[in-house]
Protein backbone atom coordinates (compact mmCIF):
# COMPACT_ATOMS: atom_id res chain seq x y z
CA UNK A 1 0.00 0.00 0.00
CA UNK A 2 1.01 3.60 -0.89
CA UNK A 3 1.71 5.94 1.55
CA UNK A 4 -0.28 8.85 0.40
CA UNK A 5 -3.31 7.32 -2.40
CA UNK A 6 -4.67 10.23 -4.70
CA UNK A 7 -6.99 9.36 -7.41
CA UNK A 8 -5.46 11.08 -10.51
CA UNK A 9 -8.35 11.54 -12.26
CA UNK A 10 -8.76 13.42 -14.63
CA UNK A 11 -11.97 15.22 -13.68
CA UNK A 12 -14.15 17.22 -15.02
CA UNK A 13 -16.43 19.60 -14.58
CA UNK A 14 -19.39 22.82 -15.35
CA UNK A 15 -18.45 25.63 -13.90
CA UNK A 16 -19.88 26.87 -10.86
CA UNK A 17 -20.23 23.14 -9.41
CA UNK A 18 -18.58 22.05 -6.31
CA UNK A 19 -15.32 19.80 -6.60
CA UNK A 20 -14.28 17.29 -4.05
CA UNK A 21 -10.64 15.92 -4.04
CA UNK A 22 -9.74 13.73 -1.54
CA UNK A 23 -6.47 11.88 -0.31
CA UNK A 24 -5.89 8.76 2.13
CA UNK A 25 -2.91 7.99 3.82
CA UNK A 26 -1.62 4.82 6.42
CA UNK A 27 0.53 6.56 8.34
CA UNK A 28 -0.83 8.00 11.51
CA UNK A 29 2.77 10.13 12.38
CA UNK A 30 1.57 12.21 9.82
CA UNK A 31 0.45 15.43 11.47
CA UNK A 32 0.62 18.64 8.93
CA UNK A 33 -1.61 18.27 5.65
CA UNK A 34 -1.36 20.25 2.61
CA UNK A 35 -2.89 20.94 -0.88
CA UNK A 36 -0.64 22.37 -3.79
CA UNK A 37 -2.28 23.49 -7.71
CA UNK A 38 -0.03 23.02 -9.91
CA UNK A 39 -0.64 24.69 -13.29
CA UNK A 40 0.86 23.27 -16.69
CA UNK A 41 4.17 23.90 -17.32
CA UNK A 42 4.59 25.26 -13.61
CA UNK A 43 5.83 25.07 -9.81
CA UNK A 44 3.22 23.74 -6.98
CA UNK A 45 1.95 26.75 -5.61
CA UNK A 46 0.64 25.92 -1.64
CA UNK A 47 -3.27 26.74 -1.21
CA UNK A 48 -3.96 25.23 1.61
CA UNK A 49 -2.01 24.24 5.22
CA UNK A 50 -3.51 22.00 7.99
CA UNK A 51 -2.12 20.60 10.86
CA UNK A 52 -3.68 17.71 12.84
CA UNK A 53 -7.54 17.38 12.03
CA UNK A 54 -10.04 19.39 11.90
CA UNK A 55 -11.56 22.29 8.85
CA UNK A 56 -9.75 24.81 7.14
CA UNK A 57 -11.58 27.62 5.28
CA UNK A 58 -10.01 30.16 2.86
CA UNK A 59 -12.51 31.99 0.00
CA UNK A 60 -13.79 29.38 -2.12
CA UNK A 61 -11.47 26.67 -0.76
CA UNK A 62 -12.20 24.40 2.75
CA UNK A 63 -9.83 21.83 3.67
CA UNK A 64 -10.59 18.75 6.09
CA UNK A 65 -8.82 16.33 7.59
CA UNK A 66 -10.20 13.18 9.52
CA UNK A 67 -6.97 11.59 11.13
CA UNK A 68 -9.24 8.64 12.59
CA UNK A 69 -10.44 7.85 9.01
CA UNK A 70 -7.02 8.94 7.73
CA UNK A 71 -8.40 10.79 4.95
CA UNK A 72 -8.20 14.33 3.89
CA UNK A 73 -10.28 16.46 1.71
CA UNK A 74 -10.42 19.65 -0.47
CA UNK A 75 -13.70 21.33 -1.56
CA UNK A 76 -13.66 23.91 -4.13
CA UNK A 77 -16.99 25.98 -4.44
CA UNK A 78 -18.29 28.13 -7.55
CA UNK A 79 -15.55 26.25 -9.44
CA UNK A 80 -14.26 28.86 -11.90
CA UNK A 81 -12.64 27.69 -15.57
CA UNK A 82 -8.50 29.08 -13.50
CA UNK A 83 -9.19 26.42 -10.91
CA UNK A 84 -8.42 24.05 -13.76
CA UNK A 85 -4.44 22.37 -12.82
CA UNK A 86 -3.39 19.78 -10.83
CA UNK A 87 -3.87 19.49 -7.00
CA UNK A 88 -1.43 17.67 -5.11
CA UNK A 89 -2.20 16.99 -1.40
CA UNK A 90 0.99 16.34 0.96
CA UNK A 91 1.68 15.59 4.68
CA UNK A 92 4.45 15.11 7.11
CA UNK A 93 4.85 14.46 10.39
CA UNK A 94 7.39 15.38 13.26
CA UNK A 95 8.83 12.09 13.45
CA UNK A 96 8.12 11.67 9.62
CA UNK A 97 10.43 14.19 8.11
CA UNK A 98 8.90 16.54 9.08
CA UNK A 99 11.25 19.89 10.41
CA UNK A 100 12.88 18.80 7.36
CA UNK A 101 10.63 19.44 5.08
CA UNK A 102 10.46 16.42 3.64
CA UNK A 103 6.71 16.01 2.54
CA UNK A 104 5.05 12.76 1.18
CA UNK A 105 2.83 14.19 -1.87
CA UNK A 106 -0.23 11.95 -3.84
CA UNK A 107 0.27 11.64 -7.43
CA UNK A 108 -1.99 14.59 -8.12
CA UNK A 109 -5.28 14.56 -9.51
CA UNK A 110 -6.04 16.92 -12.89
CA UNK A 111 -8.75 18.83 -12.35
CA UNK A 112 -10.81 20.89 -15.33
CA UNK A 113 -13.47 23.17 -15.10
CA UNK A 114 -15.21 23.80 -18.35
CA UNK A 115 -17.16 27.42 -19.18
CA UNK B 1 7.60 32.29 -7.45
CA UNK B 2 8.00 33.45 -4.14
CA UNK B 3 11.70 34.85 -4.76
CA UNK B 4 12.93 31.58 -6.54
CA UNK B 5 14.75 31.09 -9.57
CA UNK B 6 16.08 28.31 -11.03
CA UNK B 7 18.43 27.74 -14.11
CA UNK B 8 18.39 26.86 -16.50
CA UNK B 9 14.49 25.91 -17.18
CA UNK B 10 15.17 23.71 -20.16
CA UNK B 11 18.51 21.16 -20.76
CA UNK B 12 19.09 18.41 -22.87
CA UNK B 13 22.24 16.52 -22.65
CA UNK B 14 23.42 13.39 -23.31
CA UNK B 15 23.94 9.85 -21.33
CA UNK B 16 27.18 10.14 -19.44
CA UNK B 17 27.72 14.03 -19.08
CA UNK B 18 28.03 16.24 -16.10
CA UNK B 19 24.89 18.39 -15.12
CA UNK B 20 24.75 21.02 -12.95
CA UNK B 21 21.10 22.67 -12.04
CA UNK B 22 21.09 25.57 -9.78
CA UNK B 23 18.44 27.49 -7.44
CA UNK B 24 18.34 30.54 -6.42
CA UNK B 25 16.25 32.69 -3.59
CA UNK B 26 15.81 36.28 -2.50
CA UNK B 27 14.08 35.26 0.61
CA UNK B 28 16.87 34.35 3.03
CA UNK B 29 15.08 30.97 3.99
CA UNK B 30 16.82 28.37 5.89
CA UNK B 31 15.98 25.43 4.18
CA UNK B 32 16.44 24.83 0.36
CA UNK B 33 15.63 21.28 -0.97
CA UNK B 34 15.55 19.72 -4.25
CA UNK B 35 12.90 17.88 -5.62
CA UNK B 36 12.03 15.87 -9.10
CA UNK B 37 8.59 15.23 -10.71
CA UNK B 38 8.19 12.01 -12.56
CA UNK B 39 4.35 10.50 -13.70
CA UNK B 40 3.35 7.97 -12.00
CA UNK B 41 5.66 8.75 -9.18
CA UNK B 42 4.99 12.39 -8.10
CA UNK B 43 7.28 14.54 -6.00
CA UNK B 44 9.95 12.68 -4.89
CA UNK B 45 12.75 14.71 -2.30
CA UNK B 46 16.37 14.54 -3.70
CA UNK B 47 18.33 16.03 -0.87
CA UNK B 48 17.88 19.21 1.17
CA UNK B 49 20.17 21.56 2.79
CA UNK B 50 19.13 23.19 6.47
CA UNK B 51 21.98 25.95 6.32
CA UNK B 52 25.58 26.67 4.45
CA UNK B 53 27.56 23.15 3.58
CA UNK B 54 24.31 21.81 5.77
CA UNK B 55 22.88 18.84 3.82
CA UNK B 56 21.48 15.61 4.16
CA UNK B 57 19.80 13.20 1.90
CA UNK B 58 16.29 12.38 0.75
CA UNK B 59 14.45 9.71 -1.03
CA UNK B 60 15.96 9.29 -4.60
CA UNK B 61 19.44 10.97 -4.05
CA UNK B 62 21.10 8.17 -5.86
CA UNK B 63 23.45 9.45 -8.24
CA UNK B 64 22.88 12.92 -7.42
CA UNK B 65 25.14 15.61 -5.06
CA UNK B 66 23.88 18.83 -3.80
CA UNK B 67 26.51 21.79 -1.82
CA UNK B 68 25.11 25.09 -0.62
CA UNK B 69 28.31 27.66 -0.22
CA UNK B 70 25.75 30.76 -0.10
CA UNK B 71 22.08 31.27 1.53
CA UNK B 72 20.73 32.06 -1.66
CA UNK B 73 22.46 29.63 -3.96
CA UNK B 74 21.49 25.11 -4.07
CA UNK B 75 23.14 23.41 -6.50
CA UNK B 76 22.64 19.77 -7.76
CA UNK B 77 24.51 18.03 -9.67
CA UNK B 78 24.28 15.22 -11.57
CA UNK B 79 27.72 13.65 -12.14
CA UNK B 80 27.10 11.08 -15.15
CA UNK B 81 23.58 12.00 -16.34
CA UNK B 82 21.48 8.19 -17.23
CA UNK B 83 18.23 8.51 -18.87
CA UNK B 84 16.64 7.22 -15.50
CA UNK B 85 17.28 11.07 -14.68
CA UNK B 86 15.14 12.26 -16.69
CA UNK B 87 12.82 14.63 -15.35
CA UNK B 88 11.01 17.97 -14.00
CA UNK B 89 13.97 18.80 -10.94
CA UNK B 90 11.97 21.51 -8.81
CA UNK B 91 13.76 23.45 -6.18
CA UNK B 92 11.48 24.58 -2.73
CA UNK B 93 12.42 26.52 0.20
CA UNK B 94 10.92 27.05 3.69
CA UNK B 95 11.39 29.38 6.47
CA UNK B 96 12.79 26.70 8.89
CA UNK B 97 11.12 27.64 11.75
CA UNK B 98 9.15 25.06 13.83
CA UNK B 99 5.50 24.47 11.89
CA UNK B 100 6.13 27.09 9.23
CA UNK B 101 8.81 24.72 7.70
CA UNK B 102 6.56 22.33 6.59
CA UNK B 103 5.32 25.02 4.54
CA UNK B 104 7.43 24.52 1.44
CA UNK B 105 7.34 27.25 -1.54
CA UNK B 106 8.39 26.10 -5.03
CA UNK B 107 10.42 27.32 -8.38
CA UNK B 108 9.27 26.81 -11.73
CA UNK B 109 11.28 23.98 -12.32
CA UNK B 110 13.75 22.90 -14.85
CA UNK B 111 12.96 20.48 -17.17
CA UNK B 112 15.99 17.61 -18.08
CA UNK B 113 15.87 15.45 -20.90
CA UNK B 114 18.93 12.40 -21.14
CA UNK B 115 19.07 11.21 -24.05
Known amino acids: QKEVEQDPGPLSVPEGAIVSLNCTYS??????FMWYRQYSRKGPELLMYTYSSGNKEDGRFTAQVDKSSKYISLFIRDSQPSDSATYLCAMSGENYGGSQGNLIFGKGTKLSVKP | DAGITQSPRHKVTETGTPVTLRCHQT?????MYWYRQDPGHGLRLIHYSYGVKDTDKGEVSDGYSVSRSKTEDFLLTLESATSSQTSVYFCAISEGRGMANEKLFFGSGTQLSVL
Open chain 1, 27 to 32: NSAFQY
Open chain 2, 27 to 31: ENHRY
